[in-house]
């Protein structure tokens, strides 16, 4: 099993920046690629970005490129989601999930990954 916790979430206003982070406990080794989600009230989950285990490849959904950027600490087994620029309509709930079953892929779809984080709130007030 893998235990994902996300943190760094808060309230921001816009233009500002926040990074989020994805810790990874896992009970044996394992390699796996990361996806970061989130919804929004009355929404469905949305896909965000992804990085493989050798974090020779992303993915970033259009709405977000060129404003949030994914990568990954191997010693702390740790990924982030930097986000710079932020817009009102980034505030959501944003969750990290793994896929052990592929982690070379970067998939952009919630069937793609086995282990979800809680979740991390992040509010961009306009």
């Known amino acids: 099993q893998v235990h994902l916790v996300e943190s760094g979430g808060g309230l921001v206003q816009v233009g500002e920046s926040l990074t989020l982070s994805c810790a990874a406990s896992?009970?044996?080794?394992?390699?796996?690629?990361t996806g970061w989600f989130r919804q929004a009230p009355g929404k469905e989950r949305q896909f965000v970005a992804a990085?493989?285990?050798?974090?020779?490849?992303?993915a970033v959904s259009d709405a977000v490129k060129g404003r949030l950027f994914i990568s990954r600490d191997y010693a702390n087994s740790t990924v982030y989601l930097q986000m710079n620029s932020l817009k009102a309509e980034d505030t959501a709930v944003y969750y990290c999930?793994?896929?052990?079953?592929?982690?070379?892929?970067?998939?952009?779809?919630?069937?793609?990954?086995?282990?979800w984080g809680q979740g991390t709130e992040v509010t961009v007030s306009s």
């Open positions: 896992l009970r044996t080794f394992a390699t796996y690629a």
């Open positions: 990085i493989d285990w050798s974090s020779s490849r992303t």
């Open positions: 999930a793994a896929d052990l079953r592929a982690p070379w892929r970067v998939g952009t779809g919630t069937y793609e990954y086995e282990y």
